[in-house]
């Protein structure tokens, strides 16, 4: 069975629609009615139009479904929420120039992160139903209304549609990765450090506990905690306050409690349970305040062997298309990848794009890179699922 080729014409008709209806991450996140409206108005109808059926579950995510073969499918799962177009002048208008090497690119915002890998996997999804009556097991399409929110949410709500259903036996997240098999990444859990004090006005802070020296206490003791683990591509993890908020907010007011938020990196087999213990362990050195430790956001780190099969898999997908053996990359970054992989599903990153223009004002993507993740794609589907 050939594997297809897709030209240059075919991916701009899927991607161009997808760069110039906005799907910006707001304060609403998964619930923004515009990501909504572009699910349901942009992408369900490209599916439908290929003669496929889409499903939305509790969290928004649009699911399409090909092959009903009882073997462990394939899950494509991609994101619709782009950065927000901050400074990025016509963000929405999907222009198309070519590139210094010569490449046909189109510029729009979420180009590179996430519309180039959504663009292939809408691709596949066609090539895949014209097959659909020769896969023993099926291939997944999930558009998750996620992709800038640091959390597990929609890929969790995705998973529990499986339930007693076999699961997948493999995943490849689509986000840009130049086209390069990203086979591990760091987890992530947050935490929220709240230390509190006593308010009173400004003028009399005898008469307080001013909680913005607690927490100048507990900075400096979080660079004192000594973090285990060192991990030969992604290095050690780290631990970098991000946040720091102190109420109540009002003028010439002592603040009786002050919020720092933490982002604590995680290498592929950490503990996130230990890594909180230790902050609180660390803390407890503190005397005199009064210090509580919330977790926050989990997402776990994930790691798939060089020479495991699903990445063999991967490679051989990468020559049937006729392309070059793919490099591997190693991200500091966090995705849904680790929440699959958490639940022994392999999973990896791969799809048009380079990183280096996430969020830029001038992010485009080549078109035949596209057009390269839709043929590694459908390679990948059709040796696992034939």
Not at 186 to 203: E, L, W
Request: negative net charge.
């Amino acid at each position: 069975m050939g594997i297809p080729t897709f030209d240059v014409g075919s991916v701009e008709r899927v991607l161009r629609p997808l760069l110039e209806t906005p799907s910006e991450q707001t304060d609403r996140f998964e619930d923004d009615p515009q990501i909504r409206a572009f699910l349901q108005g942009v992408v369900a109808p490209q599916l439908e139009q290929l003669g496929l059926h889409t499903t939305t579950d509790e969290a928004g995510n649009l699911i399409c479904e090909i092959g009903g073969g009882e073997a462990p499918g394939l899950v494509l799962f991609c994101y619709a929420m782009t950065h927000p177009a901050g400074r990025m002048v016509d963000p929405f208008v999907a222009s198309r120039f070519d590139g210094e090497d010569g490449a046909t690119r189109l510029r729009g915002r979420g180009a590179s992160e996430q519309m180039g890998a959504l663009a292939a996997a809408v691709l596949t999804a066609g090539t895949l139903a014209e097959r659909a009556a020769d896969l023993a097991g099926p291939l997944v399409l999930c558009v998750s209304p996620a992709g800038e929110t640091g959390r597990h949410d929609t890929a969790r709500s995705f998973l529990s549609r499986y339930g007693d259903r076999t699961p997948p036996a493999a995943c490849i997240v689509g986000i840009g990765t130049d086209n390069a098999i990203c086979v591990a990444n760091k987890g992530r859990v947050d935490a929220t450090i709240k230390v509190a004090g006593v308010a009173g006005h400004s003028s009399m802070p005898w008469r307080t506990k001013n909680a913005i020296e607690g927490a100048r206490l507990v900075l400096r003791c979080l660079e004192g905690i000594a973090l285990a683990g060192d991990h030969p591509r992604l290095g050690r993890p780290t631990l970098t306050p991000t946040a720091v908020h102190s109420s109540p907010n009002a003028t010439h007011t002592v603040p009786d409690l002050v919020e720092v938020t933490v982002d604590r990196r995680l290498l592929p087999g950490d503990n996130p349970e230990a890594a909180l213990a230790d902050i609180r362990q660390a803390l407890e050195s503190i005397d005199g305040w009064d210090i509580d430790v919330e977790p926050g956001p989990l997402m776990y780190p994930s790691e798939v062997a060089p020479d495991s099969p699903f990445v063999d898999t991967l490679r051989a997908a990468f020559a049937a298309a006729g392309h070059p053996d793919p490099p591997l990359t190693y991200s500091h970054g966090c995705i849904d990848a680790g929440l699959f992989s958490s639940r022994g599903i392999p999973a990896v990153m791969l799809g048009a794009g380079e990183q280096e223009m996430w969020h830029t004002i001038d992010e485009s993507v080549a078109l035949d890179a596209v057009a390269l993740t839709a043929e590694v794609y459908t390679a990948t589907a059709l040796h696992l699922l034939t």
